[in-house]
């Protein structure tokens, strides 16, 4: 199992948690981004730089996902692809995606797409707060208890 991030919007203190617990449970963690992701000298974590454009890093994920593993990212559409696939997603506010809520989600975020291509103001998540913080290190936590 690898767990694999979406790294462009994924905020720092998520990568953090995530370099711990790659360290702790000896998985290997993958950040892929279309900059360069500095990230902390272990033989767990690595980063990839793809190149520009809409979608690039997540379509590489996509491509190199194997059933079982995880997906961090905010991205629904990335983690229905995950989810179908037979992987797991995570998002950075620690709530899981799932069979069950998945298409939900893409219906409710099409409909934002739409709203916002009309020219409503639909505004964005609230900041990432602590809360969201210990959700996300929790069920991670959780997840990988359960993996081993």
Not at 112 to 118: I, K, N, P, T, V
């Amino acid at each position: 199992m690898r767990i694999w991030v979406d790294a462009d919007a994924c905020p720092n203190v998520i990568k953090e948690i995530l370099y711990r617990a790659a360290k702790r449970v000896q998985v290997p963690l993958v950040l892929v981004a279309n900059s360069f992701i500095k990230t902390p000298p272990s033989k767990f974590i690595k980063s990839v730089q793809v190149s520009r454009g809409f979608d690039v890093a997540d379509k590489h994920i996509a491509e190199h996902l194997d059933a079982g593993d995880l997906v961090i990212t905010a991205d629904i559409p990335l983690a229905a692809e995950a989810i179908d696939r037979g992987g797991h997603a995570l998002n950075p506010r620690g709530t899981f995606y799932t069979i069950e809520n998945i298409k939900e989600r893409l219906v409710m975020r099409d409909l934002m797409d739409e709203l916002r291509g009309s020219g409503i103001q639909t505004g964005g998540p609230d900041a990432l707060n602590q809360s969201n913080r210990h959700a996300f290190a929790n069920q991670l936590d959780s997840f990988l208890a359960k993996q081993r």
